[in-house]
């Protein structure tokens, strides 16, 4: 069952902004640190996802596609 | 000084290390071996008792979720995750005993089988912090300021990461990162649960998703033998993602237990150096 495009893409800033608080945590010690580098690190991992699932949709409806 | 900059010497590493491997393969062991025999009694009942525990409330079925490893039809080593944390009597109970269910292909209805799960997947879980904690004892041990001993044992504060997720950063003085790393696990984890219907923490349906699930901790524990009656009535649009966030939240506690670990253990080397400087 294919849920919506918009939940899908909250869902993914949520993990994105946990995977960068423990990353982050991990390499600092200091709220400072943390915090400056939380959004970077957050924001990197949800584009490099959005753009592989971006790859993964037009591969799908073109090479991929069955009819194509 | 950074933390890379602070490490144990060569010595206590390898006690360490021999500690660590003790503490695996007999919970208890690596304290014995320290001279900590209230602890060593401590770990080795508590793991023993819900290893043995566990095995017996759900039949032995843990071993239709392990493979033997071997060469030539021997069994050298039966993996199974996580019981395996406890090694040597999870090696002995599967020498011993089969599961009733044959390897899964006859389901039989085991009235305390989530319970027996979880009890076993506690005690290996155990069993690995237990290493840790021998770990942090050793390397407390080995600092000579006299203040070594008030410091939280680094082992202890990766066991409080298990109990609660980021109780440990909290307990070290560290309260901005016990309160943000805790609070995104937690979060994680239950947004995950409820994508999933509160149904999805279910060993027979995903036994590796489920090893992952456990690593959440005292959270995790009670949610699976809370969740244990609750059922799907349909398929849901974003359960496997449920699946994944809960399944990320534990491996996520373990890495911050592991920041727990290292960061204390910074502050009792850290206050050794003090103490050479000032004995300078």
Redesign the interface.
Same mark, same amino acid.
């Given at each position: 069952?294919?849920?919506?495009p918009l939940?899908?893409i909250i %869902?993914l800033l949520?993990?994105s902004? =946990? %995977?960068g =608080? =423990?990353v982050s945590?991990?390499r600092f010690?200091t709220?400072a640190e943390?915090l400056e580098s939380l959004p970077r690190r957050a924001a990197t991992f949800a584009i490099v996802v959005s753009m592989f699932a971006v790859v993964a949709y037009v591969l799908s409806a073109v090479v991929l596609m069955p009819a194509a | 000084m950074t933390t890379q900059d602070l490490a144990p010497c060569e010595s206590t590493r390898a006690q360490i290390a021999s500690t660590v491997w003790f503490s695996v393969l007999i919970p208890g062991l690596g304290h014995f071996l320290q001279n900590q025999r209230n602890w060593a009694l401590f770990w080795f009942a508590l793991c023993q008792s819900l290893l043995i525990g566990g095995f017996y409330l759900a039949d032995y079925t843990q071993f239709d979720y392990g493979n033997p490893l071997g060469i030539g039809g021997n069994t050298i080593i039966y993996f199974l995750i996580p019981e395996g944390g406890n090694f040597l009597t999870t090696q002995l109970f599967a020498r011993m005993y089969d599961s009733i269910e044959a390897g899964g292909r006859y389901p039989t209805e085991i009235p305390w089988r989530n319970l027996g799960y979880v009890m076993s997947a506690m005690s290996g879980l155990l069993s690995l912090f237990g290493a840790a904690h021998a770990a942090g004892m050793a390397s407390r041990s080995s600092v000579k300021s006299s203040h070594a001993n008030r410091m939280l044992n680094p082992g202890t504060a990766a066991l409080l990461n298990l109990m609660l997720p980021g109780l440990g950063h909290w307990k070290t003085g560290r309260k901005f990162k016990g309160l943000i790393l805790g609070s995104s696990i937690l979060t994680l984890f239950i947004v995950g649960m409820m994508l999933g219907d509160w149904a999805d923490f279910d060993r027979q349906r995903h036994s590796y998703y489920w090893v992952g699930q456990m690593c959440v901790g005292a959270p995790g524990w009670l949610s699976a033998i809370l969740s244990e009656s609750a059922r799907f009535t349909s398929v849901l649009p974003y359960q496997d993602v449920g699946l994944l966030f809960t399944t990320s939240a534990g491996f996520f506690n373990i890495v911050a237990s592991l920041d727990a670990f290292h960061r204390a253990e910074h502050d009792v080397l850290l206050l050794d150096t003090k103490s050479t400087e000032v004995r300078k």
């Open positions: 069952m294919m849920g919506s939940v899908m %869902l949520l993990f902004v =946990v %995977l =608080v =423990v945590c991990y010690d709220k943390i | -």
